[in-house]
C-alpha cells in the first residue's frame, strides 16, 4: 500500500481566487480523502440585521456576494414583502426578472472564464470574459452599477429601464446569442475540452440529492429541480423548463451551464416583448411582523434567506444559506479518485462562492 | 469532429483589433446612471438629516448646530439612498469614480444655508388694524 501524505490545497491558491482550504490526503497523486475547512473571510452581515432598519439591508444583502447581488437583494425583499403582504408591480416583477437574468448570464461567463483558466484553456478564458463585458455594460447602462445593481428595494425597483434601452437590449440579443453559441460550442464539443472533463468528479442523482445538492451541480446530476419553476417575480408567465444533464461528471456541469446561457438570453427576450407598463413600486408602510423562508434560484443554485421581524423597523433573526455551502459536502463525495492535477478543475465545476457561504 | 472548434474564432480575433478599452488613454466607460461618488451642496442643505439616516453604512454625519456636515468616502459605498432622499436636491450623484486613496480623511463641509427672513406681518398687522 502506498505511503498516504496530506497535501493543503488552498487558502490561497493560483486557480482558485477564493479562501477555502481542503486537506487533501493523496496515495500518490491519486486523492482518496478530503477535509474541507471555510472561515476565513466571515463578516457578520447576518447580524448587521439587527442594526440596519430592514430597507436599508437591502443594500448589505446585496453586498454579500459580489457576482450574484442582486438575487440576494431580490431574494430579501422578496421575504420582506410576503411578510408584509406587499404586492409587487408587474412591471417591476419583470424587471427584476431581466436584470435576475442578466445577472445569470454574467455569472456564467464569468464561470466559464475561470474554468477554462482552471483547464488550462486561456484563449477560451479571454474570450468568456469578453462576451460578460458586454453583459456588464447593459447592466451599468440600466442600473448605475456593473455588479452591484443597487436597484431593488422593498416594494419594487427604484429604476426602470426606457423602451428605447429595452428596444436596443432586445436587437443586441440576437449577435450575442450567435456568439455565445460560438462560445458555447467549444465546451460542448471540443475534443480537448471533452477529454478533460467528461468523467472525472462523478456524482451520482442520488447521491448529490442526499447531499443536499443545489443549482447546476444537482441538475448536473439529473434532478430537474431549479427554482424559477415555482414562478417568483415574473417566471410564472415565461414558461420555464429547467435544464438537466444526466452523467454528473464535470463536463455535465459545465454543459448546464452552457445552456442555461442560452436559456436565459430567451428568458430575457421573452420578458422584453412581454413587459406590461404600470407603476414601478408600491409605497411600504409599517414594520415587518412574522417570519419566512424566502428562495430564489441564483447561478449556483438555491439561496435561501430566513426573516424573522418582531413588528420594529429592526429584523429579529436573518439566516442566509448560500448554495455553495450546499455544495461542499457534495465536492467532498466527488474528489476521491481524481488525480492531484484535476482537483482545481473538480473544486470550480460547483463553482465556489465562498464570500456568498461565510457572509 | 470537434477538433478546431476555436480556430474560427482565433483567425477572427487575430485580425480584430484588442477588446479591451486602452484606460487610461481612453476614460473608462460610464453610463447615465453611473453611481460615481455623492455630491454636496452646501447652499441649499437645511440639515435635516434625513441623509445621515439613511445612509447603510454610516458614512455620512451631520451636526446641525456646528452646521457641518460630513462623509467618509472610504465608508461611502456610493448606494445613492441619500440622493434619493433628499428632499432639498442638496446631494447628486455623479459618474466619476474617485482615484484611489491611502489616507483616511472625511471630508467636512460647512453648511451655508441661511434661512430666508419670514415675510413681515404686514398683512396680519393691517388686518389686526382693520379689526380695532
Keep these: ?359 | 469532429m470537434g477538433y478546431f472548434e476555436m480556430t474560427r474564432t482565433v483567425l477572427r480575433n487575430l485580425v480584430r483589433g484588442p477588446a479591451t478599452r486602452q484606460y487610461p488613454a481612453v476614460p473608462a466607460r460610464t453610463g447615465p446612471f453611473t453611481r460615481g461618488h455623492v455630491t454636496f451642496d452646501p447652499t441649499t442643505c437645511r440639515s435635516c438629516g434625513l441623509c445621515s439616516r439613511r445612509c447603510p453604512c454610516e458614512a455620512i454625519r451631520i451636526e446641525k448646530e456646528e452646521k457641518v456636515w460630513e462623509i467618509d468616502r472610504m465608508r461611502c459605498v456610493a448606494c445613492g439612498d441619500c440622493v434619493e432622499g433628499c428632499p432639498f436636491g442638496s446631494l447628486t450623484m455623479e459618474p466619476e469614480y474617485f482615484p484611489p486613496v491611502v489616507e483616511h480623511v472625511v471630508e467636512r463641509h460647512t453648511i451655508t444655508y441661511v434661512k430666508p427672513e419670514k415675510p413681515e406681518k404686514k398683512p396680519k398687522e393691517e388686518s389686526a388694524g382693520t379689526g380695532a
Aim: one cysteine or more; a negative charge.
Design chain 1, 1 to 359: 500500500m502506498p505511503k498516504r501524505i496530506v497535501v493543503p490545497f488552498g487558502p490561497q491558491h493560483p486557480v482558485l481566487p477564493e479562501p477555502i482550504h481542503l486537506d487533501l490526503v493523496l496515495e500518490d497523486e491519486l486523492v482518496v480523502d478530503v477535509v474541507p475547512s471555510i472561515g476565513y473571510i466571515h463578516r457578520g452581515l447576518e447580524q448587521l440585521v439587527q442594526k440596519r432598519e430592514f430597507t436599508e439591508y437591502v443594500y448589505v444583502a446585496e453586498r454579500i456576494c459580489g457576482i450574484c447581488s442582486f438575487m440576494h437583494a431580490l431574494c430579501y425583499c422578496q421575504g420582506i414583502e410576503h411578510i408584509m403582504k406587499v404586492e409587487v408591480p408587474d412591471r417591476a416583477k419583470y424587471l427584476r426578472t431581466i436584470w435576475s437574468e442578466c445577472s445569470r448570464l454574467h455569472s456564467h461567463l464569468l464561470w466559464l472564464g475561470l474554468f477554462a483558466d482552471g483547464m488550462g484553456f486561456e484563449n477560451l478564458f479571454m474570450r468568456s470574459w469578453q462576451l460578460r463585458e458586454s453583459v456588464l455594460d447593459v447592466l451599468e447602462d440600466t442600473t448605475g452599477g456593473r455588479v452591484i445593481q443597487g436597484t431593488c428595494k422593498v416594494g419594487g425597483i427604484r429604476r426602470d429601464i426606457g423602451q428605447e434601452k429595452l428596444d436596443e437590449m432586445h436587437r443586441a440579443l440576437d449577435p450575442f446569442e450567435q456568439q455565445c453559441r460560438d462560445l458555447g460550442d467549444v465546451f460542448l464539443n471540443d475534443e480537448t475540452v471533452k477529454y478533460r472533463l467528461q468523467g472525472l468528479g462523478v456524482i451520482s442523482k442520488d447521491e448529490a440529492y442526499t447531499l443536499g445538492a443545489a443549482g447546476p451541480t444537482l441538475r448536473g446530476s439529473g434532478v430537474a429541480v431549479d427554482l424559477r419553476e415555482t414562478g417568483y417575480a415574473a417566471y410564472g408567465d415565461l414558461g420555464f423548463k429547467p435544464i438537466v444533464e444526466t452523467a454528473g461528471d464535470c463536463y455535465a456541469r459545465c454543459a448546464v451551464r452552457v445552456k442555461e446561457v442560452y436559456a436565459s438570453i430567451d428568458l430575457i427576450r421573452r420578458a422584453i416583448d412581454g413587459i406590461p407598463e404600470g407603476p414601478l413600486d408600491v409605497k411600504v408602510k409599517g414594520a415587518p411582523d412574522g417570519e419566512y423562508f424566502s428562495r430564489v434560484e441564483q447561478p449556483r443554485g438555491e439561496v435561501v434567506h430566513y426573516l424573522r421581524g418582531d413588528g420594529t423597523k429592526h429584523l429579529a433573526r436573518a439566516r442566509i444559506r448560500t448554495p455553495t455551502l450546499a455544495n461542499i459536502p457534495a465536492l467532498v463525495k466527488m474528489l476521491p479518485g481524481a488525480q492531484l492535477a484535476d482537483v482545481p478543475v473538480v473544486v470550480l465545476s460547483i463553482d465556489p462562492c465562498i464570500s456568498c457561504t461565510e457572509r
